[in-house]
């Protein structure tokens, strides 16, 4: 990953904390905290002291409903951020846009790897960007847009039809030429979903590994947790993430995406020790 190696076992993973910083004013957890830059690089600086391997950066929410917003203004928001941040970055810099520009003036600052809700669905121009500058490359499935994706997702054959979507996009982004190393999966956790989709997609990561790249999942405070905890908010799904993100380890996940860095690096770390243990 551009400047960063990680090492990746595909039988017992180390699992990597990629800490969320929405430079939002609408995200579903923190939208408008953040909006001020400084305030924005003093929380990603604080997740990294919390134990982030990665930081993952948004100026755009896509939250189920969220209409989108011109990469004017994404750029407006996102670029006074890492010009502060990415002078003498914490940890990795990951940059979460499916906008070609946007991607091409983040990774120009030295942000190391994008983060592409839609699986390069417009075509591979965003690909194209991530390999002029050596840079990873998440692809994560989504079915529809933010703002139709849980107006009644369906599918006929739901871990077929993911896998099927993201080896489409990991072909794409290859013969863009983004190094086969450099990219990663994502199952797209609350992105067209049901309640009963996310759990299966949690369980049966396994699927997933066939793509031959690691698996980032990013289950943290959504809905689907909120559901099944009695319609508490994000605020107190907590410890519904701290599970989601305990059972993703076990099923072979080697990144989870979170707002609660240090909370969620313990659970990890204790949830890897029990997975890996030898009997004695």
Known sequence: MRGAEFAWDADRPRTL???IVNVTPDSFVDGGRYLDAAEAVRH?????????????????STRPGSPGVLASEERARLLPVLERLLDGPPCPV????SKPDVAAAALALGAHMVNDVTALADGPALAQV???????????????????MQVEPRYDDLLGEVRARLETAVATA????????AICVDPGIGFGKTVAHNLTLLKRLDVFRALGKPILVG??????IGALLDQVPPAERLEGTLAACVMAVAA????VRVHDVAAVRRAVRVAEAIRDAVPG
């Not at 991530?130 to 139709?148: E, F, I, K, S």
């Open 252 to 255: 072979g996940a080697h990144i």
């Open 219 to 224: 289950p943290s405070r959504k809905s689907f």
């Open 94 to 97: 990951s940059v979460d846009t």
């Open 17 to 19: 904390i990629m800490g």
């Open 174 to 181: 290859e013969d863009a030429g983004v190094a086969p190393d």
């Open 44 to 60: 990603a600086r604080a997740l990294a002291a919390d134990g982030a391997d990665i930081l993952d950066i948004g100026a755009e």
């Open 130 to 148: 991530c390999a002029d500058h050596g840079a990873a490359l998440t692809v994560m499935h989504m079915q529809g847009t933010p703002r139709t």
